[in-house]
């Protein structure tokens, strides 16, 4: 019975077996996400399914080409007015989703791609869940990323279903798994290739084998006396990675278990009333604009049709080797050249480390090893449609390998360079056509940091530009574009930030306390383990160039490391000593009895200067660019929303009051008093 036309957002066919076939396919999106219109749209939709007795089962599928549901529109998240009426949406929504659990006709959820959020909670709702099973299908709820919880029944059902323990860790952790794990955990019952998986589907909806239950264990989990014992030790090792005040929501899902389990009407209340409140937390506010900064970044560069197909990196350090396994991970065939085979052994190595790690299967691995190509005699060159540089940050070196290769490289080539603070327009002097250089800037490890930054010189031009952006964003990273000046941006800014912190080391602070500090702050690691895990060479080598430009004193404790191959994480030793296994070796706590907060200011006080610096320079185009590039190229707490976003809520002028202070007490006349002048007008 095709009654199609009746949904916007939905399609409800028969087959010849007399399945109902539900399909989701959002009106004038690309991808399936939940509103209210869709949900109520839903309800019609099982009423109509209650009333049925001519079907022997309804089969949930998608109806876009890519994609299951990626879960809630989160725009819907700024949209309510108060906390009762977000409560009293989330309880409409449990209440459809229970209506669609109880139906006496089996319902199948057949997954095929992401299923996320409340797209996992409305699959938790069917008696049967089958799902294709390679890494491309993802399924996870990830509402703490967004500074809350489900609040549409996962909470309850999947506990439920898998027993307390599994579903905390991912309700706690926001983690996704494939649909292979899903099987292998338990809320899947099957998972098999994408041919099979109609089939997989027409057997559950049309043979009825038993719903699949949690063990006798997963249940006895569930039972008041083991949630306090199990709670008790997950808080502990919550507490070990974030901060309850930070981030509040995955304690809240935490104690509801806890407190109130999973049985009965009241475990649902708890959920919503719970989540509700998280809403209008700030940390689910500033994490809802970081999901549209990130929205924002992957925009970019959308309209440019640019499908490069060969890579050739120079240079298989860890920078190059990593940048050309990644390009590698992605499909792209990849030759990577070195001035000899044993330095371009252990990228090959680190490759295939991390191809294991992620693909898994001993197929995709070889195949992902296929593409990656050592090449010392350069052959590459003239073959690639994009030439990355990745040597030492030496400005001669860079220039004379960039007339060798325009001489050889396709008219058409993109040649970029992976330069983190020499300005382009010194580099390209060299090249018959300067137009062509672009800087494709990664950061350290590559396989783990989202943001790209895509720096545009003087010369270079606008058509190279765009590709530059479009590349970056296939290959599964974040573009941020930034103007051609020492440091770009994230350098420019950290750097004031890594050298306060060995400016504080002078003055007697001990660094323990300083990283002490920023981790309270919300910064992923301290400024000092941050420099030890970057390289104190490499932090040298950017500080001393960008001193040139800025007239930045270098600590002697730095450069006396250097001289000393004390080089950080890398040689075992930096600022703090390094075991074998690269864990570091924490030195004995030295007495501190000073108010950390008074660190914590000093030092984001130095990264705000620097970063209105930039906004006046037009480094980035706007203040949420800005935001964009140090959340997601340095880790800058996320639940603060960004520099500029922290410094607009704390007060800009108030701010620039204290840095002035700040800057007299210790002798230094404060700098770019216009840039937050300007900004505490535009901006506030």
Known sequence: MPISQLYKHWRLESDNDDILWLYFDKQNASVNTIDRDVMMELSAIIDTLAKDTEHKAVILASGKKTGFIAGA????????????????????????????????????????????????????????????????????????????????????????????????????????????????????????????????????????????????????????????????????????????????????????????????????????????????????????????????????????????????????????????????????????????????????????????????????????????????QGNGISKADIIIEAVVEDLAIKQSIFKKIEAKAKPQAILATNTSSIPLDEINTVLQLPQRLVGIHYFNPVSKMQLVEVVKGQKTSDEIYEKAIAFVRKIDRLPLPVKSSPGFLVNRILMPYLLGAMDLINEGVPMTVIDEAMVNFGMPMGPITLADTVGLDVCFSVAKYLSKYYNTPIPKRLVELVEQRKLGKKTGEGFYKYDKRGKQIKPQEAAYDKPLDDIANRMVLLMLNEAFACLREGVVADADLLDAGMIFGTGFAPFRGGPIHYAKSQGIAELYQQFVQQQLAHGDKATHSDAWQLNAMSVE
């Open 73 to 376: 529109d989160i725009s819907q998240f700024t949209k309510f007015k108060d906390i009762p009426e977000a409560v009293s949406i989330l309880e409409l929504g449990q209440g459809i989703l229970n209506k669609f659990e109880s139906l006496k006709m089996p319902t199948v959820a057949m997954i095929d791609g992401f299923c996320l959020g409340g797209g996992l909670e409305l699959v938790l709702a069917c008696r049967y869940r089958v799902a294709e099973e390679s890494s491309k299908t993802r399924l996870g709820l990830p509402e703490v990323r967004l500074g809350i919880h489900p609040g549409w029944g996962g909470t309850v059902r999947l506990p439920r279903l898998i027993g307390g323990p599994q579903a905390l860790d991912m309700i706690l952790t926001g983690k996704t798994v494939s649909g292979k794990a899903a099987a292998k955990i338990g809320f899947v019952d099957v998972a098999v290739p994408k041919r099979q998986l109609a089939r997989a589907a027409k057997y559950y909806a049309l043979q009825h084998p038993a719903s699949h239950q949690a063990t006798k264990l997963q249940a006895l989990s569930n039972q008041q006396l083991p949630r306090q014992i199990i709670a008790y030790f997950t808080q502990k090792k919550l507490k070990e990675k974030i901060n309850p005040i930070h981030y509040p929501a995955p304690y809240h899902a935490l104690n509801n278990w806890e407190h109130v389990g999973v049985a009965g009407n009241d475990a649902y209340t708890q959920e919503a009333k719970s989540c509700g409140k998280l809403f209008f937390s700030e940390t689910c506010q500033n994490l809802v604009r970081v999901f549209f900064l990130q929205e924002k970044l992957k925009g970019l560069a959308k309209d440019t049709s640019y499908n490069p197909r060969h890579i050739h990196v120079i240079g298989a350090g860890t920078m190059g080797g990593d940048i050309a396994a990644w390009c590698a991970l992605q499909g792209y065939t990849v030759t990577l050249q070195d001035l000899e085979p044993k330095l371009i052994a252990p990228a090959i190595k680190r490759a295939s480390k991390m191809f294991k790690e992620r693909l898994k299967e001993s197929n995709l691995v070889q195949r992902a090893m296929d593409n990656l190509i050592p090449d010392v």
